[in-house]
């Protein structure tokens, strides 16, 4: 496996791969790898010649500091899991200044409302940061098709939207969620709670679970009760929001229509970790 630590030499080796006419496949990271990443490289290897990750924590895309200092960073075990994965044939390590050479400052976006929707009240100019390093890395890396997670179903939603604004020819593909036996989403995240409250947070999925089948028989209002009684019982767990909201525009919806899909989004901090997840409603 190469390992690029430059903007220069990873494009120098970008530009031999696309001379020869490879098929490269993509997904950006920001470490602390688990499963649930090397997941989408196993998709990408399915239909590319050529499989490229990324790892930098970016920091405009953290609204808290506090966040970002702590967010877990394990460089030299997330080459190991690359390496040990088969799947992955370089990965692109970068310094600031190779993806903000004009200083450390996000692009404006419009993403048609999207970012304006859930994460976007709650972390203001978060999907500005994200959009920044996404658009800076595909110029870079050049991909075919480039890979994200469902766990983070805005996120890509708005990635989407921004390859479809630049008109661009990435085809993003989603990536189911990869849970963890108890049912929790595998995030880099995990790696700061305890047994205690790595236990405690599978009722977050267990949570989704009976939101999908309350969805079916009760009212959206009655549904976001129920969720605000079972977090109103957990100790050491704060609900920050719950909603069902429709998975085209992002809205949240206090009424089901039938001819369109519905998404239940949750975030909960657990302790100081703040964990997020979302489920289809059948």
Do not use: C
């Given at each position: 496996?190469e390992?690029?630590?430059?903007?220069?030499?990873l494009?120098?080796?970008?530009?031999?791969?696309?001379?020869?006419?490879?098929?490269?496949?993509?997904?950006?990271?920001?470490?602390?790898?688990?499963?649930?990443?090397?997941?989408?490289?196993?998709?990408?290897?399915?239909?590319?010649?050529?499989?490229?990750?990324?790892?930098?924590?970016?920091?405009?895309?953290?609204?808290?500091?506090?966040?970002?200092?702590?967010?877990?960073?394990?460089?030299?075990?997330?080459?190991?899991?690359?390496?040990?994965?088969?799947?992955?044939?370089?990965?692109?390590?970068?310094?600031?200044?190779d993806?903000?050479?004009?200083?450390?400052?996000?692009?404006s976006?419009?993403?048609?409302?999207?970012e304006?929707?859930?994460?976007?009240?709650?972390?203001?100019?978060?999907?500005?940061?994200?959009?920044?390093?996404?658009?800076?890395?595909?110029?870079?890396?050049?991909?075919?098709?480039?890979?994200?997670?469902?766990?983070?179903?805005?996120?890509?939603a708005?990635?989407?939207?921004?390859?479809?604004?630049?008109?661009?020819?990435?085809?993003?593909?989603?990536?189911?969620?990869?849970?963890?036996?108890?049912g929790?989403?595998?995030?880099?995240?995990?790696?700061?709670?305890?047994?205690?409250?790595?236990?405690?947070?599978?009722?977050?999925?267990?949570?989704?679970?009976?939101?999908?089948?309350?969805?079916?028989?009760?009212?959206?209002?009655?549904?976001?009760?129920?969720?605000?009684?079972?977090?109103?019982?957990?100790r050491?767990?704060?609900?920050?929001?719950?909603?069902?909201?429709?998975?085209?525009?992002?809205?949240?919806?206090?009424?089901?229509?039938?001819?369109?899909n519905?998404?239940?989004?949750?975030?909960?901090?657990?302790?100081?970790?703040?964990?997020?997840?979302?489920?289809?409603?059948?």
């Amino acid at each position: 496996m190469e390992i690029f630590k430059t903007k220069k030499t990873l494009l120098d080796y970008i530009e031999r791969q696309k001379e020869m006419g490879k098929k490269i496949g993509f997904a950006p990271t920001m470490g602390a790898l688990h499963q649930g990443h090397l997941s989408l490289y196993a998709e990408a290897r399915k239909e590319n010649d050529l499989v490229i990750s990324s790892i930098f924590v970016n920091p405009t895309q953290f609204n808290n500091a506090a966040d970002l200092e702590k967010y877990p960073r394990t460089i030299e075990n997330d080459i190991k899991a690359l390496e040990q994965s088969g799947f992955v044939d370089a990965v692109y390590i970068p310094e600031v200044n190779d993806i903000y050479p004009d200083g450390l400052k996000s692009k404006s976006y419009d993403f048609d409302g999207l970012e304006n929707e859930m994460e976007g009240k709650f972390r203001p100019g978060h999907f500005d940061g994200v959009g920044t390093v996404v658009e800076e890395l595909f110029q870079q890396v050049k991909p075919d098709n480039a890979y994200f997670g469902d766990k983070d179903y805005q996120q890509l939603a708005i990635i989407k939207k921004l390859a479809e604004k630049h008109n661009s020819s990435i085809k993003i593909h989603g990536v189911p969620i990869y849970r963890e036996s108890s049912g929790l989403a595998m995030s880099s995240r995990n790696q700061r709670l305890d047994s205690t409250q790595r236990e405690a947070a599978k009722v977050i999925y267990e949570t989704l679970v009976k939101a999908n089948e309350w969805f079916r028989v009760i009212t959206v209002p009655e549904i976001n009760q129920r969720v605000k009684d079972i977090f109103e019982n957990q100790r050491g767990m704060t609900l920050e929001y719950f909603l069902i909201a429709d998975e085209a525009t992002l809205k949240e919806t206090d009424f089901f229509y039938k001819d369109r899909n519905y998404r239940a989004f949750i975030v909960v901090n657990v302790g100081d970790v703040r964990l997020i997840d979302n489920m289809h409603l059948d």
